[in-house]
């Protein structure tokens, strides 16, 4: 939840200090993500979905539909840097293109092959070294 949450702070207007987001293993929508933790678990979408949304609205104080990642990247103001493993069974990898896709900001992807869920830097620490290095160079002036 901490790359989505970023994700959703990038269209704020941040301190000076904050010159790029670096998200790894976000996901675009909270329906999104709930949705596809419903599938993965195998449980029937109807009425699993509705419950959950309505146990957010009233123990958590929020609509699933309210906003979410993909809702603020188009309106970006700091460069991101997203990072996924391609092998990702909690967040599936194919969101991290949607959210570049729909992103106004300056983007760049690391996508990680055999990397699990928030393992990408475990599994590969030279290409993500080199990607978080790259972009702190491009960005951090």
Request: glycine share 8%.
């Amino acid at each position: 939840m901490g790359a989505a949450t970023v994700l959703m702070a990038s269209d704020l207007s941040l301190p000076e200090n904050v010159r790029g987001i670096v998200a790894d293993c976000g996901y675009d929508t909270p329906a999104g993500i709930l949705k596809e933790t419903i599938r993965r678990w195998r449980w029937p979408e109807f009425p699993t979905y509705r419950l959950a949304a309505l146990g957010a609205r009233l123990f958590g104080g929020f609509r699933v539909t309210e906003t979410s990642a993909l809702a603020c990247v188009p309106h970006a103001r700091l460069p991101i840097l997203l990072v996924h493993g391609e092998d990702d069974h909690v967040v599936p990898c194919e969101m991290v293109y949607a959210l570049r896709d729909a992103c106004a900001s300056p983007v760049e992807v690391l996508t990680v092959p055999g990397a699990g869920h928030g393992i990408s830097w475990y599994v590969d620490m030279p290409a993500y070294q080199t990607a978080l290095l790259n972009f702190m160079e491009a960005h951090m002036n």
